[in-house]
């Protein structure tokens, strides 16, 4: 049997009781936590923030494949012309920006409706929060640096497509260890 169930039933009034069984040498621990959203309603909700979840999905990862192609098209460009080439194509690091915090707010929300806390998931999911932290914090020192170069400090531009790659590289594996973590 399963080491971790979930539990979803449905009140008198219609409510949802959702939590987790949890089976570990041979206790059992129940975990159940009472809603005021109907099962409709909560199902809806969660739909929705799945379909924002996708949403900041494919703005982040568009973003990376769309920068490293940039990144391809102006290696052509004598070296003063790439360099303003690109910071003209920093904005599409905007749309990455949008899509990061979709992903993060949208994810948090999901995991706190669906099971709570991160207890209830098993060691794939963890693996995944694991990247997602190592991915903020690669995007934030890729914003810092942008910064940086924004403000005249050209030759900081040759950390960028080691930076671009690590940032869709490590997005790419976050999506393969979420499939394992749900399938």
Known sequence: MDENARIDSVDSKGRLKSGVERRSGGFRVR???????????MNYLFDLLLFLHMLGLAMSVGAGFSMRALRQAAAELPAEERTTFMIRVFPVSKVAS???LLLIVSGVTMLALRFGSTMAVGGAFHLKLLLVVIQIGLFGYTQMVLGKIRKGEAALMAKMPTLSTLLLGNALLIVAVAVLAFH
């Not at 975990?31 to 309603?41: C, D, E, F, I, P």
């Open 31 to 41: 975990r159940v936590v009472h809603r005021t959203m109907s099962l409709a309603t």
């Open 98 to 100: 949008w899509g990061l």
